[in-house]
């Protein structure tokens, strides 16, 4: 097969190509159309949160993260195959990151600690900032009145 013509050269991207602008919007159109073949929907009213028509299963994504919501463990396996025919994936399963976010799970408490590890010292290492001195940073007077929360706000 001849790619040449008027010297110009023809060829399909089969997957992303490194420093393509298109290649993210792409990516992004290959993976929609794989998850609408196994019945998973954007909802129009929240971008990047998914659903599916028949599991019950619920997902944001960002860029290539999932985070996934799910009841049993096959309808998550059922969501991780299909990226899996077309990509080499990461699993995660214990739940800890998700979008460079750490997670810190209390099922006991009911709580969830959100941190950025190593963010002070990944970005002070980019930047004459010593990591002592972002740490060190913080407000110590309280917000003026202004700012202040309202509590007895007039009945409207």
Not at 87 to 100: A, C, F, R
């Amino acid at each position: 097969m001849n790619n040449v013509c008027n010297n110009w050269v023809y060829f399909k991207i089969v997957k992303g190509v490194y420093g393509l602008p298109q290649s993210g919007i792409l990516a992004n159109k290959l993976l929609e159309s794989c998850l609408d073949e196994s019945g998973y929907y954007q909802l129009d009213i929240t971008p990047g949160l998914w659903h599916n028509k028949w599991h019950p299963i619920m997902f944001t994504l960002i860029v290539d993260d999932f985070g996934i919501e799910y009841v049993g463990i096959r309808h998550a396996q059922h969501l991780r195959d299909i990226p899996k025919k077309h990509y080499d994936i990461t699993e995660n399963w214990e739940g800890n990151m998700y979008s460079g976010i750490n997670f810190a799970w209390d099922y006991t408490k009911h709580t969830c600690q959100l941190t950025m590890n190593d963010y002070i010292n990944t970005v002070s290492s980019s930047t004459t900032i010593q990591s002592q001195k972002l740490a060190a940073f913080h407000h110590t007077k309280p917000p003026p009145s202004s700012m202040a929360p309202r509590h007895n706000l007039p009945k409207t």
